[in-house]
């Protein structure tokens, strides 16, 4: 039989794992970056950037949170009007555990706070992530096209290409209902609720929709331009292979297998994307993008703890009677 003080011991190690295990990788990460190069000289790397590029990317990066915010203050009209800086810091602490969070887990925190702090329902809430999370899809995949546009060797042809890929989910929302019910009718009865989840998230009009693509198209733009510019700033060239970089480690970021904090699998990411890009492959250039992969998965981390301690640092709005 398990003492009192056993029990209680369990079961704040249950509570807390998510937690242990974050803090676990983070710390042997940080030790594999001691080990393999030295923290020393992956901070030297940002001497040779120059404090005003490094506070300029900070300062764009925290831009797109307000971006972010403003996307979902014109999703809810009628539960968030005149309540812009609780869901900044909303916002902030979603994107901060989706950040350090493992596998994914920081998004269940979206629908829960939303509903804690506006009294959106748990469902409505789930569904229009669900909807703004396959509207973030797209555009990281209209700036990968937007990549491979620029370096395309037919540009007559790649561009028109890449403006109809643009304009998808626009002229999806406005043939959204026949779509729906063909896409109910095709897929099996276990994706049915998948669906249904979609169709629930949707704003209620072309104009609500068409500003919220607007707005995360705008904000992923600026997010893969500013690291791809940082990329570049650390020696990754050409500059289809930063702008792959920028590319590979936000898609990293949105896909299912996320570690905590993004240690490993960010600046593998982008690893993999400059390389795909056109990156130098020989020894010395993979060790010098690896390098400046860690870099910006750092830049990424601190613009989010920016974000957060500039949201925390704003006074508490009272709520509406």
Same mark, same amino acid.
């Given at each position: 039989?398990?003492?009192?003080?056993?029990?209680?011991?369990?079961?704040?190690?249950?509570?807390?794992?998510? !937690?242990?295990? !974050?803090?676990?990788?983070?710390?042997?990460y940080?030790?594999?970056?001691?080990?393999?190069?030295?923290?020393?000289?992956?901070?030297?790397?940002?001497?040779?950037?120059?404090v005003?590029?490094?506070?300029?990317?900070?300062?764009?990066?925290?831009?797109?949170?307000f971006?972010? *915010?403003?996307?979902?203050?014109?999703?809810?009209?009628?539960?968030t009007?005149?309540?812009?800086?609780?869901?900044?810091?909303? *916002?902030?602490?979603?994107?901060?555990?989706?950040?350090?969070?493992?596998?994914?887990?920081?998004?269940?925190?979206?629908?829960?706070?939303?509903? !804690?702090?506006f /009294?959106?329902?748990?469902?409505?809430?789930?569904?229009?992530?669900?909807?703004?999370r396959?509207?973030?899809?797209?555009?990281?995949?209209?700036?990968?096209?937007?990549?491979?546009?620029?370096?395309?060797?037919?540009?007559?042809?790649?561009w028109?290409?890449?403006?109809?890929f643009?304009?998808?989910?626009? =002229?999806?929302?406005?043939?959204?209902?026949?779509?729906?019910?063909?896409?109910?009718?095709?897929?099996?009865?276990?994706?049915?609720?998948?669906?249904?989840?979609?169709?629930?998230?949707?704003?209620?009009?072309? /104009?609500?929709?068409?500003?919220?693509?607007?707005?995360?198209i705008?904000?992923?733009?600026?997010?893969?331009?500013?690291?791809?510019?940082?990329?570049?700033?650390?020696? =990754?060239?050409?500059?289809?292979?930063?702008?792959?970089g920028?590319?590979? /480690?936000e898609?990293?970021?949105?896909?299912?297998?996320?570690?905590?904090?993004?240690?490993? *699998?960010?600046p593998?990411?982008? !690893?993999?994307?400059?390389?795909?890009?056109?990156?130098?492959?020989?020894?010395?250039?993979?060790?010098?993008?690896?390098?400046?992969?860690?870099?910006?998965?750092?830049?990424?981390?601190?613009s989010?703890? *920016?974000?957060?301690?500039?949201?925390?640092?704003?006074a508490?709005?009272?709520?509406?009677a």
């Open positions: 039989m398990k003492t009192p003080i056993v029990a209680s011991r369990q079961s704040w190690f249950l509570r807390q794992r998510m !937690t242990l295990f !974050t803090i676990a990788v983070v710390a042997a940080a030790v594999f970056v001691q080990w393999l190069w030295g923290w020393h000289v992956i901070i030297a790397q940002w001497g040779e950037v120059g005003v590029p490094i506070l300029g990317a900070l300062a764009l990066l925290t831009s797109t949170y971006l972010r *915010t403003w996307r979902i203050y014109d999703y809810f009209p009628r539960e009007t005149g309540r812009f800086l609780s869901l900044f810091r909303v *916002t902030q602490l979603h994107n901060l555990l989706n950040v350090m969070l493992p596998f994914r887990a920081g998004e269940t925190s979206f629908p829960v706070l939303m509903k !804690t702090e /009294g959106i329902p748990l469902a409505r809430g789930t569904s229009a992530l669900l909807v703004m396959l509207l973030d899809l797209h555009a990281l995949l209209a700036a990968a096209g937007f990549g491979l546009a620029v370096e395309a060797p037919s540009p007559m042809l790649a028109p290409l890449w403006l109809m643009l304009l998808v989910p626009v =002229v999806a929302f406005a043939a959204r209902r026949p779509l729906l019910r063909f896409a109910a009718k095709a897929v099996p009865q276990v994706g049915q609720k998948f669906i249904h989840e979609i169709e629930n998230g949707l704003p209620s009009n072309v /104009g609500a929709f068409g500003r919220a693509w607007a707005m995360t705008i904000n992923w733009f600026v997010k893969v331009l500013v690291l791809a510019w940082a990329l570049g700033l650390m020696g =990754v060239l050409p500059l289809g292979a930063s702008f792959g920028a590319l590979g /480690g898609l990293s970021s949105i896909l299912p297998m996320h570690a905590p904090g993004g240690v490993g *699998t960010y593998a990411g982008i !690893t993999a994307g400059a390389l795909a890009f056109g990156a130098g492959g020989s020894k010395a250039a993979v060790a010098d993008l690896a390098r400046a992969s860690v870099n910006a998965h750092l830049l990424i981390i601190v989010a703890l *920016t974000g957060t301690a500039l949201s925390l640092l704003i508490r709005e009272k709520r509406p």
